[in-house]
Structures are given as C-alpha cells and as structure tokens.
C-alpha cells in the first residue's frame, strides 16, 4: 500500500436548510462557506443537499425524506460524514449516527476541529480544549445503554448509566481545571499588558480570511504566518512598529466568523482582551468578497458582544487586485479607491471618513494607509507623552 493511500482524505456530505431566514443565495453562499471549512479541516466534499424546511426537525434535522436520500448517497458512494450548518442538539446528533452509521459533525464542532489543530501557545490550546470539553458535556450519550437493561435489585442501576455519570464527572472536572489554567495564565497576560499600556495599541480585526496577517507582515516587516484558510492565524501575534519614530504595538487576532461558537467566543476572552484593550482598531475587510457588507455587520456585532464597538477604527478594505465588480453594476464604471460604493449606509456613517482602499499582498495603497494609521497613532500617543521628543 502506498503512502498517499494511506494517507487517503475523509469524505463529507454538506446539509444546509433553506427558509425565510435563510433564503436559497444566501444558504448556498453559508454551504460554500461550510465547504471551505472542511477543506481547511482536510476533508474533502463531494455532495450537497439542500432542503426547504421552516425550521430544522426536532429528530433529524432534516425531513424523512430528504434523510433517505442522504443515507442512500451515503451508502452508495462510502461517504465518511455528513457536515451540517448548523447546530445540533444531542438528540439530533444521536438520530443521525443510527440512521446513517458514519460520523455526524455540526459547524461548531468543524470550527472547533480547525482550531484544535492551528493553535499553537499554551493559552490558545488551553482555549480551546475548554471549549472542546463543553461542546462535548451536554452531547455525551448512553454509550453503554445496552448493558442498562441488566439491572439489578430496588434501587440498583445499571453499569452502563453508572459509566454516563463517571464520564460526566471527569469532563465536568477537566473543564474546573482548564478554567483554573486559563485563570492563571490570563493573570500573566494582564501582567504583560500592564507593561504595554503606556504604549498606543492598535488591533487588526475582521472576518477571517479576509487578509489581517498579509496586512500584519506588510506593516510590521516581521514573518507572520498567513495562509488562504479559513482560521490560519489562531493565537494573537504582538510586534513592535515604528511610523514617523512613533513606536505603537500591532496585534493580529482571532478571525471572526458567521455562527461562531458562543463557547468560544467564552473561551477566548484573553484573546479577545487584545481587542477590547487596543486604542485603535484596523477594521479588515475582503472588499472582493460579494458578501462584504454582511461580514462587517458579524464583525461588528462581535466586536459590539465583547464591548470594544466604539473604538476609533480605520476600516481597511483589502484585495482590491481581486475586485470584479458585475458588467452591468453602477459599480462597474467606479475604481474600487473611489466611493464606498455598494456598502450599506450603516457599515459606514461616522467611519467613512477614516476608510481605506488596499491590497495588502500587492503593496497597494500601503502608504495612505500608513498615513491614516500614523495620524491616529500621534494623537493618542502625544495624550499619553506630551512632552515626548522622537530620538
């Protein structure tokens, strides 16, 4: 057997719904997202079902007809999982892997799988290993429910709800411990950001994928990682800049993502802290992306969950060499440096004058927005040392 064969990709089904919340471009704009996703994660997708439904079915998510069809393509084609976009409760989870006897995984759950496998710092492992152990507490099944029915005398249960009990036990005590370890280590980064708090801060934020860490080693001409990936950066990364000779501290953070898990959104509270404590916020944005507007309101509803919406922010729409607006759009007669056109009036307002066209990996527009960031930079940084003198 050859290497490459052993080393042979899983395969996935993807299942969306389509509703009144989530209309038949929009559900086929969330599944390409879904695929990506699995493709990040190393699995491979060669199917989707889409399914009009109002809401999901309590038992299977989706109907029993749409299931069969899914079970017979499962079947027919060996198939490892079926992905869905959303959500499932353990019940749906349960039904599901009787039904089609593969592997059952919801987005949280594929985020969670991306994650475990990019964080790199012992706080970012810690993060999400917490969020691991509560995604996994209320989904924990009657894994011996077949040895239940041995059951002894009044009042004695059987082994197998005795070893439900012992498994809850030990993640609800890994979880005390992992809260305990994140405790201590965000102790030592409050400690490590009380010696940085007489320096100006600024956060790269933004849907993920949208070009943060490209930008990040563009303005800080230091080796970040960055990749064409949903979630290549997990840890946030702190280099030291210079504009001007005035110094200024540049994080590169977490990207956010439609239907992130609450769980951890919650474990990630240090990381995020870099946001919440920053002075100023670079607000990314794949301005190539058809769904732009979108992204920047979860980003900003993110950003608005964790307290830091209100921060002085330049928002940077990047890969503008990647711009295709359609033929027959007012946009098309529009260079992509001009007017924010396209955007919706409330992803704009009060910060359009602080708005910015680039392409981080072409070096395009760089300067202007060097120009942008230096002046907010001196501002703040001028508060903080009045009578400072560059050297």
């Not at 009009?52 to 109907?63: I, M, W």
């Not at 027959?328 to 009060?350: C, I, M, N, Q, Y």
């Amino acid at each position: 057997m050859s290497f490459e064969t052993a080393r042979k990709r899983e395969t996935a089904v993807l299942v969306a719904l389509v509703n009144q919340k989530q209309p038949p471009e929009k559900a086929h704009e969330y599944v390409d997202e879904l695929a990506f996703l699995a493709e990040t994660s190393g699995v491979k997708t060669v199917h989707r079902f889409l399914q009009k439904l109002d809401r999901p079915d309590t038992r299977t998510f989706v109907g029993k007809g749409k299931l069969e069809e899914i079970k017979a393509y499962v079947l027919d084609k060996a198939v490892d999982m079926v992905i869905f976009d959303d959500d499932l409760t353990p019940s749906q989870v349960r039904n599901l892997e009787a039904e089609l006897s593969v592997k059952i995984l919801d987005r949280s759950l594929l985020i969670l799988n991306i994650f475990s496998a990019r964080a790199q710092t012992t706080q970012a492992r810690t993060q999400v290993e917490l969020a691991q152990y509560q995604y996994i507490l209320p989904r924990l099944t009657r894994m011996w429910s077949h040895l239940t029915k041995q059951k002894g005398g009044v009042g004695m249960r059987g082994p197998g709800e005795k070893e439900l009990e012992t498994d809850k036990r030990i993640v609800k005590d890994r979880i005390a411990f992992l809260r305990d370890k994140l405790d201590q280590i965000d102790k030592q980064s409050i400690t490590r950001r009380k010696e940085r708090e007489r320096m100006v801060r600024v956060a790269l934020v933004g849907y993920t994928n949208v070009g943060k860490s490209t930008l990040m080693r563009q303005l800080s001409k230091a080796e970040v990682f960055a990749e064409n990936k949903l979630f290549a950066t997990v840890d946030s990364t702190v280099r030291k800049v210079v504009l001007g000779q005035v110094p200024f501290l540049l994080t590169d953070t977490v990207g956010f993502i439609r239907k992130l898990p609450t769980k951890l959104i919650e474990s990630f509270k240090s990381t995020l802290d870099e946001i919440r404590e920053a002075d100023i916020l670079l607000h990314v944005v794949d301005w190539s992306h058809p769904s732009h507007d979108e992204q920047i309101e979860i980003v900003n509803a993110t950003l608005a969950e964790i307290g830091a919406a209100d921060k002085p922010t330049i928002l940077v729409f990047n890969k503008i060499d990647l711009y295709a607006p359609e033929p027959e759009s007012e946009e098309a007669d529009d260079h992509p440096t001009g007017p924010l056109v396209g955007l919706k009036k409330p992803f704009v307002g009060r910060k359009q004058e602080r708005t910015v066209f680039i392409s981080a990996e072409k070096k395009e527009n760089l300067a202007q927005l060097r120009e942008m960031l230096l002046e907010m930079v001196s501002e703040k940084h001028f508060t903080i040392f009045p009578n400072w003198m560059p050297q």
